[in-house]
């Protein structure tokens, strides 16, 4: 299989529940059993009822979208790009960068100098040591979840350029 006829690799870095999302959801589907309960039971009336279907239909959608991804990455042959939600947040090209750098936790796209003292993509960056020298990157915060650094890695390491990758391999001690 080709460059061209790899698909992209999404990368889920976030899910888009908090425990407040979690604790809303879940006392609505009580509140809404309750009430669908008490109906059958004989001891509420038909807007208690209504009420009640209403609160657990709220209840099982908010539970349904907190568990969904709210923020990833997606990786193709082309580009990376960071996504929340439906909203695409940034996208950079392969083509438009010098490295890709892996550090505990965070990827680092340093982009060619071209194109770093862009007016639009210079206020994006952030300096960062690489090899001793101060670049200005991308840091891409992958979160402490092991599972999404591992994918991600393996993500960039399929689509990226190897000229990308030569330098983020781990370098042997110097004697």
């Not at 709220?58 to 082309?78: E, F, M, N, T």
């Not at 960056?125 to 020298?133: E, K, Q, T, Y």
């Not at 992958?142 to 960039?156: D, F």
């Amino acid at each position: 299989m080709s460059d061209a006829e790899v698909g992209a690799t999404r990368v889920t870095l976030s899910r888009a529940g908090t425990v407040k999302s979690w604790a809303a959801a879940a006392i609505s589907i009580v509140f809404g059993a309750s009430a669908v309960v008490g109906f059958f039971a004989g001891a509420a009336s038909v807007p208690i009822l209504i009420c009640g279907l209403v609160l657990l239909a709220i209840g099982v959608v908010a539970a349904l979208a907190a568990i969904g991804p709210a923020d990833w990455l997606q990786i193709d042959p082309d580009a990376i790009s960071q996504w929340h939600g439906r909203r695409q947040l940034w996208q950079l090209r392969w083509q438009h960068m010098a490295e890709v750098r892996f550090v505990p936790g965070v990827i680092l796209l340093v982009p060619l100098d071209s194109v770093a003292g862009h007016p639009e993509i210079s206020p994006a960056l952030d300096p960062h040591d690489v090899d001793g020298v101060t670049r200005l990157a991308f840091d891409v915060q992958l979160g402490p979840v092991e599972k999404a650094q591992e994918a991600a890695r393996a993500a960039i390491t399929q689509h990226a350029p190897p000229r990308l990758l030569a330098q983020s391999s781990p370098r042997p001690p110097s004697t």
